[in-house]
């Protein structure tokens, strides 16, 4: 069982995520926790502030330490001893699936969403020991990047995704993209299934979608290729794949 606890001025949108799908069985199966901690309920004065204005000017508001650190204090009752606490933030190291892993791997961690500008430094110095980001763009809060942290590592969990080939097979996990996938009718105004796909032959299907997921990756994502080493076999079939493609093009 994994043991986390997510720190958020909005838990109900949290929990939304923590019902549904993937995230609601492993919740529902004991595989995953995940303690919500309102920050707003250790705000220290009647108004329950939890926010302020950034000494130095500008805009917008700052969300204070002792509030957010009390919060975390608490969230890290709900997890294992040594558990990291993880801050979500533009200032963060970009997410990725090395880090999925590396998080999986733990028995437990908490990770805090903010909300405004910002918080302050001093929170970040005392109570935070990694900092990531999920990318070059601006969202409103930290919730929906916590929620994809714990979405991924979630899936790693023994027994959260039923059939252990269908994580072994998944985009980026072997690095490459997905191969394109059909289902009923076989034709359609739109196209019709590749003939191999329909053909019984699995030998023939793996090899398919093995130069597919080649194929993309080099035509979509270069450079997910450029730092790995291609074994012999998948050489070959990319090596065909661009043929084919330089016809077609
Ligand atoms: C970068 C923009 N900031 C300076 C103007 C203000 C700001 C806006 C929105 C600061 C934080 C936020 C809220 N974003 C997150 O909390 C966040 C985030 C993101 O915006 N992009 C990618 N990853 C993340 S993780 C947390």
Redesign the pocket.
């Known amino acids: 069982m994994m043991r986390t606890a997510i720190v958020s001025l909005f838990p109900e949108l949290v929990d939304a995520f923590l019902s549904a799908g993937v995230l609601g069985r492993a919740v529902r199966d004991g595989r995953l926790e995940c303690a919500r901690i309102n920050p707003r309920d250790y705000a220290q004065d009647a108004r329950q502030t939890v926010d302020d204005r950034p000494f130095g000017g500008g805009?917008?508001m700052v969300m204070m330490v002792e509030p957010l650190g009390e919060a975390v204090r608490q969230a890290r009752s709900t997890v294992p001893d040594g558990a990291p606490v993880v801050?979500?933030?533009?200032?963060?190291e970009r997410?990725d699936h090395r880090i999925a892993d590396e998080l999986a791997a733990l028995d437990g961690f908490v990770l805090v969403?903010?909300?405004?500008?910002?918080v302050d430094e001093r929170f970040v110095a005392t109570h935070v020991d990694r900092e990531?980001?999920?990318?070059?763009?601006?969202?409103?809060?930290?919730?929906?990047?916590?929620l994809v942290v714990l979405d991924a590592v979630a899936r790693l969990l023994p027994g959260v995704v039923g059939n252990p080939n269908s994580i072994t097979s998944e985009s980026h996990v072997d690095g490459l993209l997905d191969y394109p996938q059909y289902t009923r009718p076989e034709t359609h105004t739109a196209g019709r299934t590749p003939e191999v796909l329909l053909s019984g032959d699995h030998g023939a299907v793996a090899r398919w979608r093995r130069r597919q997921a080649l194929g993309r990756t080099w035509l979509r994502r270069p450079d997910l290729l450029l730092d790995r080493e291609l074994g012999e076999d998948d050489r070959a079939l990319l090596a065909s794949y661009m043929r084919d493609t330089a016809k077609a093009g």
């Open positions: 805009a917008g801050f979500l933030s533009p200032q963060g997410f969403a903010a909300r405004y500008e910002g990531l980001s999920i990318g070059d763009y601006v969202i409103s809060g930290g919730e929906l990047a916590a």
